[in-house]
């Protein structure tokens, strides 16, 4: 049975490949691991194996393997859907929030982020793909979205994240992708917003991801396997 940092390995090599073949800097690449359901036992196995950063999609899960790691510098980052009354805790306990859609959100973050804290990394969620069942603000709303929330005090608004209809057509996938990839291009040079960071990419399509330009790939299943969702 492979390990956790045998997994790790895996998903590097194939982060190396697709920069390779994508003729990026692997460098500019980074992995973010998502643990939501994994235990604090996991996590500090991946810690011991290289890895730093890791995704979380609910808030007291997040906070009770905070509590259990708090001798790991670990970086911690919030993708999950956001509900108002859970702004402050992610304001206090994480560096990153990739799922941000609303100002409303946005404005609350911001207010409840503490000052001794650098400030709170921001990615704009974008449902790329229409769907129904996502989240994200659509493509239209980005530019007024992202221009208000570079306004807020506390807050550094870093980029986009995309979860993209899933399918394993590799030129659908791209496709997607660099819809995402123009949409971030069009926040930097026509409303001159300093976001340089593409959270997009999971297990199964990462590749594409780093073809069009993804800073962060969010591997859960490739690093821990199948989720149990019976699990807190």
């Known amino acids: 049975m492979s390990t956790i940092a ?5 998903v590097s090599a194939r982060i190396r490949a697709a920069a390779q073949a994508s003729q990026r800097d692997e460098s500019s690449i980074h992995l973010l691991a998502v643990s939501k359901t994994k ?3 996991a996590l500090r196995e991946a810690y011991a194996a290289g890895l730093r950063d890791f995704g979380e999609n609910y808030l007291q899960e ?6 259990e790691l708090g001798d790991l510098p670990l970086s911690w980052h919030f993708i999950g859907p956001i509900q108002s009354n859970k702004t402050r805790a992610i304001a206090e306990n994480f560096a990153w929030v990739h799922s941000v859609d609303r100002l409303k959100i946005a ?3 911001s207010e409840q982020r503490p000052a001794d804290l650098p400030p709170l990394n921001i990615c704009i ?3 790329v793909s229409g769907e129904a069942s996502k989240s994200g603000c659509t ?3 980005l530019p007024a979205l ?5 306004a807020l005090p506390r807050l550094k608004l870093r980029g986009l994240m995309a979860i993209p209809e899933p399918t394993d057509d590799r030129a659908a996938q791209d496709a997607a992708f660099a819809a995402v990839r123009r949409l971030n291009e069009n926040l930097r ?5 300093p976001t340089d960071t593409l959270s997009m990419g999971m297990s199964h399509d990462l590749e594409a991801a780093i073809a069009q330009g993804a800073t962060w790939v969010r591997i859960g299943t490739a690093l821990f396997g199948a989720r149990d969702y019976g699990q807190p």
Do not use: M
């Open 39 to 41: 235990p604090a036992a």
């Open 6 to 10: 045998d997994n790790i390995a895996l």
């Open 62 to 67: 997040a906070l009770g393997k905070q509590a």
């Open 189 to 193: 040079d026509r409303l001159d917003l």
């Open 125 to 127: 969620q974008v449902n």
């Open 107 to 109: 404005q609350r973050l």
């Open 146 to 150: 992202a221009s208000a929330i570079s």
């Open 139 to 141: 493509p239209a709303d």
